[in-house]
Structures are given as C-alpha cells and as structure tokens.
C-alpha cells in the first residue's frame, strides 16, 4: 500500500472551514483516497473516499489534486466536536485478501472556540 | 445502522491467562480485522480475515491468533498474556468502508 503524510497537528476556529492536507505521491492507479477520524476515546469512523474525482457528503469534501499524488479534505463549517486525529489512507478497494487499511500517525485538527 | 460490537469495553487480565477477545457485525461483511493502538504508536494491524475460516497476518502477528468460524464473528486470542499486550484493542469490518468497534482496553497485570 501507498503511503501518506500529514502534517501532525493543525489548528482551525470554530465556524471556519478546516482544510487538511494529505500527501500520497507513490499512489497507484487501483488504489483509493480513504479518510478517517478518531475521537478521543472512540474507534475511527469513516468520513469520505474517493479515486480521481472530487467528493462531497454531509460530513466533508475530499479534493484530490489531477496528479492524485496529493488530496485534501475540507470540513466547512469546524465545530468543537469535529476535535479529533484525522487519517488519510491510501488502499485498494474492499474485498478480498489484498484489502485492508494501514493507519499512519495523521493530523491532530483542534478546533478552537 | 451499522454495527461492530466488542463483546469487553474493559478488561483485566493476570499474566499468563488465555484472553478471548470477541467481535460481531451484523453487515455481512466478508472483511474483518484486529488492531491494537498504543500512544505514539498508533493504530496497528494485527490479523485480518476476508473470509469464514480465512485468515492473514497483519504487521505485528506474533504473540495473537484469530478464529472465523461463521462470518459475523471474528475472535482475538493471545495464548499466554503478557504485560507488553496491556493496550486498546479495536475491531473492525469492511465493504467499500470500514466501520469500527468501540474498542477493549486490555490491562494484563
């Protein structure tokens, strides 16, 4: 699997929108943009994926540069709850034995009243 | 919604005692998978299974072994604890994206 590196903390203010960059430089073409947080104390949950195209669902957008060797995933509006370590992933898609996620240290985003 | 349960939130075990860690889903999820997560450290995998009775080795194997005999169900097992498997333990499973437990926090003493 592809790695990734992430800035180890950001900070961003509550209302603003959080941007975090990912970079994957060594992705292969079979291989998708995965993100994932973790709040303190909680296992991760799943916020967005994508492969070449730009997403968007209720929880945040995913910007995946033309090249793909680098993403960036933006939560619009910051709230004090969205506090938590921000993982982006690289992986072929699900299924089969070649499929599993290998976490790296990622982004502690504080989110500041 | 989904659902991954862990069957421990907290676990307190002696040195030397076999140690049961047990997961459901209730997706039908083929994939599932066993990590630990220590500070600093971060989240590392320790087995994984794509299939009933299927089984492979993630990064940090040794000291584990794992059970899948019906699809739901995925079992941590550490032979003889030890102090150094004192850690969170995290279950998950997998179809287009990975839905997590809540976690066991394990404390061998």
């Known amino acids: 699997d592809a790695k990734t590196t992430q800035p180890p903390s950001m900070d961003c203010a509550e209302g603003r929108a959080a941007n975090l960059p990912c970079n994957h430089s060594?992705?292969?073409?079979?291989?998708?943009v995965y993100w994932y947080r973790q709040i303190h104390s909680q296992g991760p949950q799943y916020i967005i994926h994508g492969l070449k195209n730009n997403e968007t669902n209720e929880m945040a957008s995913l910007i995946i540069t033309e090249d793909r060797k680098s993403s960036t995933l933006i939560l619009p509006h910051a709230t004090l709850r969205d506090t938590a370590v921000y993982y982006c992933?690289?992986?072929?898609?699900?299924?089969?034995?070649?499929?599993?996620?290998?976490f790296g240290k990622g982004t502690l985003l504080t989110v500041n009243p | 919604d989904v659902k991954v349960t862990q069957s421990s939130r907290y676990l307190v075990k002696r040195t030397g005692e076999k140690v049961f860690l047990e997961c459901v889903q209730d997706?039908?999820?083929?994939?599932m998978f066993w990590y630990r997560q220590d500070p600093g450290l971060g989240l590392r995998l320790i087995y994984f299974?794509?299939?009933?009775?299927?089984?492979e080795k993630g990064d940090i194997p040794e000291g584990y072994s794992v059970s899948r005999e019906k699809k739901e169900r995925f079992s941590l097992i550490l032979e003889s604890a030890s102090t150094n498997q004192t850690s969170m333990y995290l279950c998950?499973?997998?179809?287009?994206?990975?839905?997590f437990g809540q976690g066991t926090r394990l404390t061998v003493v």
């Open positions: 997706m039908d999820h083929e994939n």
């Open positions: 299974s794509y299939d009933v009775k299927m089984k």
């Open positions: 060594t992705i292969s073409g079979n291989e998708y």
């Open positions: 998950a499973s997998s179809f287009l994206r990975t839905f």
């Open positions: 992933i690289v992986s072929q898609n699900s299924g089969g034995s070649n499929y599993k996620l290998t």
